[in-house]
Every structure is written in structure tokens, then in C-alpha cells.
């Protein structure tokens, strides 16, 4: 009989929740994401770490998503790190990459565009384009096709998504199916330990823990994305206004997240 | 018979209020404070122009409270600005004063410390002895003393305080009797027109209106003081956590605005 | 009888000088040489045009050297242009270079790194691998293998090296048969315009002719490349002491200006 | 008899010429600045401060003039510091000069405009008013005036001026009845230790001996003055191009150094 108490089970990162996803029904994955949706930060870390070790991957964008890293690193589980180099990045945020990887010793995979795509979409539109025609077209070529790269190798991954971050995040769960990356035989959890955090909490604990953050951060970023894509909030302004500052708020994802059709469930 | 309605006379600047403040009792004030917390900030602007014209100033920061300026502008009546020269503010400061100055076509009355004053706190404690001693001294030679100059020529002065600027303005009124700087004989009002506004209200006023504002507020500030005691705004905190960082939150003001005691009447 | 004058046909582009490169001995690309080396930036300019035409590619870093696309766009004549986007330039470089696109209304094609060897680099060695062991390895990734594939196209380039640039660069020639990049069956030409042009020379002509230019040249840059390897020049210091700062003067070249081994003769 | 060798005496800051510059005769001056011309910057440093100790002032603009402040500091003898603050200086200039006083442990005195007269100034001409009819005016306020009052309780003062920074400058000798500042009964020495250094030496040493410098000086401003009136050098541009650069080069003097009418001699 097992005595330990669900808060000892939380803290090694176990439940009753079957593992094995590949095997697990939608309605397996569904109780998950329901007890998940109970877990702290820290707790659904640790659960994540337990049942998927190296094959739970974090991605890394190099902005306030560190703390996933810190709670990873806390865990004494071990884990994946991979960030996706767009080539667009701010000059700050390759040195906060490598920072980062020094400073817990880790690895971080980075993935790079594919060559020959992204030459043909600056021979045809140039390096701007995104100002133009939108972000999708050129995010496709620099972010989510070397995701989709990524993400083979994994069961798992984790994000920094917050609920409050946008009006595309509001129903964001701790546990979600992936409806955009789950290949035809290899389904993908997506972990979103952050998903009830405010920014507010996100950042107390990055300043009381004294966790290594981007200065772009000091610099009045916010949301760090791309640099052309990328500008400070201003007074006034809600977190995620310094993404594609041009475009519709409701279509401020860069393809990572996109949210499943309605019918869609886990 | 006076047949206009209240909303004409608002439009107008008039109300029943009595002008004459020198000759009020306390209470006359106090019902005034009444009337006004009800006025939109353009009614204020104008109630107070009307009574007081060019007797009645703006004390413009080169921040936010151009707004004050905007509104005065259109009021269609007189009215005076003056700014105080720390000696200290950012050269972008100093440029977005002089380019209202110009956008405006006004005279904006720049007030300096006073050479020996500054002289000796620097020749005694340096440049920077706020970070070690506090702020009080050096806004007292820097802003206080060249304030109450400025103020010795004015019946009324006008403000850009708002009540969720921070915990020092949570009860900020529209109109006060100011208890710092009225003289024995010479009773001063303060007018903030702004005190119920929100930060996201001042700001999405001055995107609509297009008001130029200090390129500072593209830079990451928001409230925007003295350089060296003004830094930007980090994610997720408040608006003034950015003005005197270093010290304690309920401390943070440099003496414009030191509320009155608990006892105070207006 | 050709009556025209040394004057004309240089202005025109022509002279006795074989054009087909591939035809030529050595000591036909000797006189060449020789006779270029007369010869005005604009004259060598039109001359290398009128030969090669499309064929004749002008390598644009997104520094000064926006001088030869200013001549070659002067010449009237058709002409190529490419860039090696390394995955690190400065954002402002990147803008820099979609602005010549725009102002002179060409296609500039940008190679970028092959995929494969970018991320097997950083995997191994992190993204500043450079400041730890030379630049070469770096370079050869992001630089040297994209120019290749860019130089496999055309006949000759045109770069914008200068003999007052460095030790490494003092005996730089208008035209040179290019060791390192030249096939064993198809000989390429480079061609030098600004070889013996003063830095103060370059930015004399680019101010006076309003050619625009990177803003990062307003910010203290000189010579501009990618942004970790290239920080502002300081007070009393060479041009090029802001590239790969850290290393040996004596060995601050990327790769695509290796000088030819002593007994190499053109 | 002396038996001390000239480079003795040198080291020591002394020499046969009458120290008591007020009982001096022109040609007794005359004298000293040919021998002067011959001393080393340090030597120089040590001769004055020998002659005169506290009655013999560095005037420090926050510059690379710091030097100067290092020499002196070597000369293990008593000397005088005083900054000019215009009040337009820019923040890192400020933190500077504090730094410095810090580092060697010195009293600066900062001499500060007088309130009224840079009033009137602004309140006639606005903050700018040198961009529209010259620097003249405001200098004469915010520098000329304090320094006339900083150089009334000294015998000699101390400057970085040298003869390769501007077509102003090139005939700076090491010392000089300063003809603009000499009281009617007080003559007053100028020396410029440095004046025959070059931009280039200078900042050898500096970096050499590990001295302090103003942050700026990373950033490319090579003269450093008031904000507005300084930006950073060009490439290609000379040293003082960042000094009034909407001016004619001619006339780029503050005032601090107006050369003596062409019959005057010393």
C-alpha cells in the first residue's frame, strides 16, 4: 500500500497518470490535464522530468522562459533545453542563450533555418517581408519548420506560455494534446507550467530566485521575439503590444501555438 | 435668469464656485474640491483657465503631463507652463521641452537652482549623493526651492499627479488647497486634472490626439524624473518603480508634492 | 581606326585588355592589372561591367562598401549583387541592406549558412565559440562555404578592400586573379575599385553624393561585420581595430581576402 | 653649488625660472615657455605643481583631459580641481566625474551657471537657441562666466589642449599668459601639459596606465563637451568634428581658450 501523500507523489514528479502517452486514450490525456491543471509550476516540472526525462524537451526563446530552465534545473531530473536561432535574433539575446547554458551547464540544441527556404524567401521578398504581407510566411521559414525538426526527437515539450500573456493564450492548460506537432503514430504533449502565472509572479521569481534574464529586459522588452518583430512596450501598453506590433492582436502567433480548431479535443 | 445647462457651463469654464480664493473660507474650497472631482479633465482645464488665466500655471515635467498642455491649448484660453531645470534631466528631456515649446507656439518659463545652493551641496557631498543619503536634499536645492519661485508668481498651479501613480497619490483630488506652498497671505490651489485617470487612459489619449511626447516613453520610461534617479520600468512592475528605485516605495516623492498632515483641512 | 581617347574608352569601359578570362595567361591578367591600377573607381568599375556584366558580382557587407553598387548603378549597366547573410549581423545591418534594395531598386541575393554545419558548430562549441578559439572556424561556417557557393557563379567580384584598411591588406590591388576562390578550370577575377582610396576618401564621396549608409557608421562603427566580432572604433584607434578586437592584427581577415602564398604569381 | 643633473631638476619640478609669475616680466615669461616646451608632460605637471601646489588648478571637462589628473596625482604634491557644469552635460559625464573623484580620492569643485542669467537665456531663447544663431551666446552663460569665476582664486590654471585637435589649437604652447582671464594686477598662467601630444599618444597612455575614462569615449565621441553640442565622430572625420558640427570649423571654441589678438605677445 502506498502511504506517501499526494503532496510526496507531487514532489517526486508522480501521480497515477499512465506515462506512456503513446498508449494513453484522449480521455487518459484529458484526467492528466485535469490534475495537472492543480500543480504548481515546480510540481508539474518535476512530473514531466519523471515520466520523460531527456525526452521532455524545454524550448528556450531566450526571454523569461529561463525560468523554465531554473525549474528544471531544480528537479535533479535530467532534461532537454533546444531554442530555435531564426537568424533574426537580437545580438542580446544570443549572448542570454549562451549565458544561460554556462550558467547551469547544460546543453541547448539550436535550430537553424533550412538553407535553401530561407534564401528563397529573401531572393523573392527580400528581409522584410513580414512588414508587408504578415509574420506567417516568413516565422514558417525561420521558426516553425526548424520546430517541427526539433520536435521529432521528443515526446514532450515545454513552453513559457501564461494565460494573461495574450487574448490567443486565455484558455492556455498546464497539459495540452499538441494539435500542430503530434505526428500520425507519435502523439505530443505539450507542458505549459506557467499557464496560471501572471507576469508580475513570472518576474518575483526570476528577481527573489536572482535567475540570469535577458537585458534586453532592463532595456524595456518585455515579450522578446525576433528583433525586427520585437519592440519595447510603451506606457500603458499590455505585454505581448511589442510583437508584430503591426498586425491584428489576434493574430500575434508566431505558428508555435497556434490554438486547435474548435472541435478539437484532447 | 441663467439658462444654461451645466454641461454648457463646464464647456465654458464657469460654475458657481467663487473665483476669488483669497477671499474663500475653507469650505468654500472644499465645495469646489466637490464640484471639480466630477469634471472631466478638460472641464477642469477650463473652469481653472477661466477663473485664473495666465495667474494659473502648468508645471510641465517633459513627461506625460504635456497632456495637461494639450488641454489647455484647447481651451482656447491664456495660460503659462513653466518647467524646472534640475541641471540634471535626460538631453532627451531637454529637446521634447523645447519641441512643445514649438508645437504649441508658448513661452514655457524654465526655472534653475540656485548657483550657490548647488554649488555647495556638490562641492560638499558630489554628484550623487542621493544613492547614498536620499534624495531630499538634492531635490530640495534642485526642485523644491526654484518651485517655490516659480509658484510666488501664481494663484493656481496645475499638475499632472494621477491617484494610481503610486501609494504616496491614492487620494490625490482634482482640486486641493496646496499646503506646501500657499504663503500666509496667498492661499495656492492645485488643479490635477488627471487624478482619476488611469496610466492606459493618459496614454491612449495622447496616441489618439497625437501629442508628441518624450521619446524616452519609446525607450522603456514611464514616469520620467532626473536621470540619474530615473531608470525604466521593468516587466511587470509599476509605473514608478523606475523614479528613485533605490529607495523605499512610500518615500518616492521629491517634495512638489508632499501630502498634507493627517490633520489638515482644506 | 579607332579614334576614340585613353579618356573615352575608359569612360566607356573598354580596352585592349582581353576580355574572356579563361583565355587568358597570366601574363595577359599581369597587364591588366597593371593598366587598372590607373584606372578611377568609376573607370574600373564600367571596364569590369562592360566585360562581364551580370556575370560580375559585387560582394555588399552593408558597410561602405554600398560605394560600389553607387558606381555600378552610375555606370548604366547591368551588374549582380550578394551578400552573406552570416545569421549575425547587427538588425540595423539587415535593415541597411533592404534599403539599398529599395533606393536602387536591384535584387541583392543573400546566401546564408548550411544548415547542417551551422547547428553541428554550435552544438559543439556554443554561439561564441570565437572568443575562445579564433574566428576561423566561425567564419569558414557563416562566411567562406556561402561565398563559395555565391562565387561559383560568376567570373569576377568586386570588394570593396582598400590598402589603408590594415597590415593584411597594404598591397591590395585594383585587379587581382583571386587564389583561394578560383576553379582549377575557371579562373575569377576580383576587382578592387577602392584599392587605393582613403577611408577619408570613401566618406567624403559618400557624404558629398548623399549615398545612404548604415546608421551604425552615426554610432561610432567604422568597419562593420558581424556584431559580436566587430565593437565601435575608439579614440586614437585604426579603422579596423573594432573586427575580432581580441586577436592578432596580423590575422583579422575572415577568408575571403586571404592573400596569396608568396610565389603566387598573377 | 648645485650639482643636480637638468633631468634632476625636471624630475623634481624645478628650474631657474622665477616661479612668481605677478612680479614677472614679459620676457621672464617668455623664457619659461621656451624651456617649458621641452618638458614632458609630467615634468611640466611637476614644475607647476612644485611652483605653485593649490593655487594651480586642473580644469577638468570630464574628457580625456583625466589625464591630467593622473599626472598630477603622480606628482605626489598638493593640487586643485574644478569642473565646469553647464547643466547640459551628459549623464555618463556627470557619473564621470564623480567616479574620478572617487578614484583618486580628490575634491572637485563644480562651478555651477548663475540662476538669473541662464534664466533669462531660456526664457528669451529656449534651450537651443545655439543651434539657430551660434554657440556663443550660451557658452558665455553656462561656461565662460563660471569659469571666470573659478580662475579669479588661481595664479595658474591647467588644460588638455593640443595642437593637433583643431585648426584652433595648432599653435598651443606647454605654458601662456592666458590673455583672456589674466586679471588687470594678476596675471594668470595657462599650461597645457599635453600640448604637444598627439590624440593618438594620449589615449596610448591612458589605456597603458589603466586610467579611468568616461564611458562615452566606447560609444565614439572622441571630444566630449555639452550633449547637444557634441556627437560622436564620423569615420573619416576629424577628432573635433563632434564639437558644433553645424558650425564652421573655424570658430569652434567655447571661449575657455580664445586665442590672443595677433599683436599680443607674452
Chains 1, 2, 3, 4 share one sequence.
Not at 197 to 215: C, D, G, H, M, Q
Amino acid at each position: 500500500m502506498d502511504t506517501t501523500t499526494e503532496e510526496e507523489r507531487r514532489a517526486n514528479g508522480r501521480n497515477d497518470v499512465e506515462a506512456d502517452v503513446s498508449q494513453s486514450t484522449e480521455s487518459d490525456i484529458s484526467n492528466m490535464a485535469q490534475r495537472l491543471a492543480e500543480y504548481s509550476p515546480q510540481e508539474a516540472m518535476n512530473w514531466a522530468l519523471a515520466r520523460h526525462g531527456r525526452d521532455c524537451a524545454i524550448s528556450f526563446s531566450g526571454a523569461e522562459d529561463v525560468v523554465l530552465i531554473e525549474l528544471a534545473s531544480r528537479s535533479g531530473k535530467p532534461f532537454s533545453v533546444f531554442s530555435l536561432d531564426t537568424g533574426r535574433l537580437h545580438p542580446e539575446t544570443y549572448e542570454f542563450i549562451d549565458r544561460v547554458r554556462g550558467h547551469y551547464g547544460i546543453t541547448i540544441e539550436v535550430f537553424s533555418p533550412d538553407t535553401t527556404a530561407v534564401q528563397n524567401l529573401v531572393r523573392e521578398k527580400g528581409l522584410f517581408s513580414f512588414y508587408h504581407d504578415g509574420h506567417q510566411e516568413c516565422c514558417a521559414v525561420r521558426k516553425v519548420e526548424p520546430l517541427r525538426r526539433a520536435l521529432s526527437k521528443y515526446r514532450m515539450w515545454v513552453t513559457g506560455q501564461r494565460r494573461d500573456q495574450s487574448p490567443t493564450r486565455s484558455d492556455v492548460d498546464t497539459l495540452q494534446l499538441d494539435p500542430t506537432f503530434s505526428g500520425a503514430l507519435a502523439p505530443l504533449l505539450k507542458l505549459n507550467p506557467l499557464a496560471r502565472l501572471t507576469l508580475a509572479e513570472v518576474w518575483s521569481f526570476i528577481r527573489e530566485a536572482r535567475i540570469p534574464y535577458n537585458p534586453l529586459h532592463d532595456r524595456g522588452f518585455v515579450s522578446i521575439g525576433c528583433a525586427p518583430c520585437t519592440r519595447i512596450v510603451r506606457p500603458g501598453e499590455h505585454e505581448r503590444a511589442g510583437r508584430w506590433s503591426w498586425e491584428d492582436a489576434t493574430k500575434r502567433e508566431c505558428g508555435l501555438h497556434l490554438k486547435p480548431p474548435a472541435d478539437y479535443a484532447i
